[in-house]
């Protein structure tokens, strides 16, 4: 199956319930908090360097679904925080995955100095391992970091 990263600038405009769904059948609310957050207009993913990103088939179908946020946790505004970041079961460990994330870190790194993200699964873990981040929790909401040293 062929997939495709796209950025998303009106979360209206796509069907993610299947997304919504299948999240909060694992216990896991964040997808449902991206969706009230963007109908409330809390978080739009619209300030300087933010993007929300998903991942599509051939069919339009969303398979994924990611953002990258100015950090709230810290005055920098150069530190960036993953957010609200989803794969559907189905699509698990195809790449689906590593290419949202390595699309918004792509993304990321010309806005932000460095990406932040907590989570509290091994699964989790080891995924953003893989994908460059390092497990880093001295900060009380932070268990991975990842540092752009070229950003100025």
């Known amino acids: 199956m062929e997939y495709f990263v796209e950025r998303v600038n009106d979360l209206h405009v796509l069907d993610i319930e299947q997304l919504v769904q299948e999240s909060e059948r694992e216990g896991y609310r964040f ?3 991206l969706v009230t957050e963007f109908e409330d ?5 619209s300030k300087p360097g933010e993007g929300l990103f998903c991942v599509v088939t051939k069919d339009a179908e969303v398979v ?8 709230s946790l810290t005055q920098d505004r150069d530190v960036a925080r993953l957010q609200r970041f989803y794969v559907l079961d189905k699509v698990r ?5 590593t290419m ?9 790194k010309d806005h ?4 932040t ?14 994908c460059g981040f390092e497990f880093d929790d001295s900060a009380s909401e932070t268990t ?7 950003k100025e």
């Open 117 to 130: 993200v907590r989570t509290e699964s091994a699964k989790a873990d080891a995924f953003y391992r893989a």
């Open 112 to 115: 932000f100095k460095e990406i």
């Open 100 to 108: 949202l994330t390595q699309s918004i870190i792509d993304y990321a």
């Open 144 to 150: 991975h970091i990842m540092r752009f040293d070229d």
């Open 41 to 45: 207009g809390t978080n739009t993913f």
């Open 64 to 71: 994924a679904i990611g953002g990258i946020n100015e950090s």
């Open 93 to 97: 460990r195809q790449g689906v995955g």
């Open 31 to 33: 997808v449902t908090r």
